[in-house]
């Protein structure tokens, strides 16, 4: 099945172009530095930069951004505060390449679709540690509602919350390597298995929880196919059943 997600990556980033999407005027204006640099869009801060950069995110930014270089996405401020990067509803809001490792930090992701290569806020095919992230409210017609994941993945103090695919992984698809750090995956919807989280790869959970999930078929909370370590982490509350492992 990796094989086959991956190609269907591949046909889908080729197919599609980066999508900008009108901002609501209640928005705060997307504003992205990078040292004295600043940008309207994090697609133009991404690209204007050098690997190893740190860029800075206020505001809304809404559109698909494509990452291919390592560097660092910082919001900035914490909390409820935090920068959004939205898809408008119509696209994906980040791609992470096979090339790049990029740490995210104190952002929302939310109102991302994707119609092809799956992953609605998220797919990674590179490296992604997320610290301190909230992935919620979007969707896929294929696998990983919130988050699709081919590559390595790292989520810290993280939440990934309503999101929805019509087949597997509603809040992620992970095929790849997952660890997650006090991490809760929460009220996610997936058509067929694995409401919270399908996991084809390895995944590995430190604290968090895993609730208020559910899927059509089995693995409410968590269905996985693979080696799957819970270390102090609740997995309850789920519909059909808590995890199917």
């Keep these: 099945m990796r094989r086959a997600l991956r190609a269907l990556v591949v046909a889908g980033t080729a197919a599609a172009a980066v999508g900008v999407v009108a901002t609501p005027a209640s928005a705060a204006a997307?504003?992205?530095t990078n040292g004295s640099a600043a940008f309207g869009s994090l697609q133009a801060a991404v690209d204007a930069a050098a690997a190893g950069d740190r860029l800075v995110i206020s505001g809304t930014c809404t559109g698909s951004t494509d990452v291919s270089k390592d560097l660092t996405l910082a919001?900035?401020?914490?909390?409820?505060d935090r920068p959004v990067l939205s898809g408008g509803g119509t696209v994906r809001p980040l791609t992470i390449e096979p090339q790049a490792t990029v740490t995210l930090t104190d952002v929302i992701i939310r109102n991302g679709s994707s119609g092809t290569g799956g992953g609605g806020g998220v797919q990674n095919v590179g490296s992604l540690k997320a610290i301190r992230v909230l992935v919620t409210g979007n969707r896929?017609?294929?696998a990983g509602g919130g988050i699709l994941n081919l590559g390595d993945l790292v989520l810290t103090r993280s939440l990934v919350s309503n999101n929805r695919s019509p087949l597997e992984g509603g809040g992620i698809f992970n095929a790849g390597d997952l660890v997650t750090w006090s991490t809760d995956i929460k009220g996610n919807t997936a058509g067929g298995v694995g409401g919270g989280m399908f996991a084809e790869g390895v995944a590995t959970m430190h604290g968090g929880v895993v609730t208020g999930n559910t899927?059509?078929?089995t693995g409410g909370?968590?269905?996985t196919v693979n080696v799957l370590t819970l270390d102090?982490?609740?997995?309850?509350g789920n519909v059909p059943d808590d995890c199917a492992c």
């Design 215 to 217: 899927a059509g078929d």
């Design 75 to 80: 919001g900035s401020a914490p909390g409820p």
């Design 30 to 32: 997307c504003r992205v």
């Design 221 to 223: 909370g968590i269905l």
């Design 232 to 236: 102090n982490t609740r997995v309850f």
């Design 140 to 142: 896929t017609s294929v």
